[in-house]
């Protein structure tokens, strides 16, 4: 192998490492606000917020790398795809986790529970997500484009879920008209989760571009 595809796969390699500890992250993040939000736990909320900076940080990282080995080396058609995807892919993933830590603010804010029906459709809904994060993380690393394609056809499932949240929401308030503002929190923590699965089908139509060529609209 030539010495200038020798550095760049070695460089794509750290890139991806990074990638890599940025799913770590926002998975930990994901999962850690499902379960603040179950409990309304503000210590934990208060440590995804915290938390946000660092993955903030390993994006530009992986920025910063992609740039730099887009301007150095110039890379040819297949690595330069995958670069430009990556970099995308981690700015999904940036704002997967600038979702959690708005959940987690917005827990911050509760008081008390939404009632007992909302909140257990709002963790149905968090475990589809979680799963879709789960899976497309799987499909990156193999550059499977039909299991990308798969996650993403999860999403469908996900806007379904929030609209039947909003739909509970609506039906409390009119009976329990004095419960509005845990209600509204439970409607933003719900849409919170709606984007990320967007978010996540966002890198579901990377990974098909990185494994195909080929730039589908998915879901």
Known sequence: MPPKSQMIDRREGSVRKLIDEM????EQAV??????VASIDSGLAQQIIDGDAAINALYHNVE????TLIARMQ??????????????IAAE??????YASAMAGTVQQMQTSPAAEIQQAIAELGEQCRVMLANIRKAYDAHDSELARITAALDDEVDSREQQIIRQVFSWQGEH??????????LWIAHSMERIGDRVTNIAERVVYIATSKTEALN
Do not use: Y
């Open 31 to 36: 999962g850690n606000t499902l379960v603040c």
């Open 23 to 26: 799913f770590d992250m926002v």
């Open 64 to 67: 910063d790398e992609c740039v």
């Open 177 to 186: 008209p004095d419960d509005f503002v845990s209600s509204t929190h439970a």
């Open 93 to 98: 993933l940036e704002r997967i986790a600038d």
């Open 75 to 88: 890379p040819m058609a297949r690595d330069l795809r995958e670069l430009v995807s990556d970099m995308q």
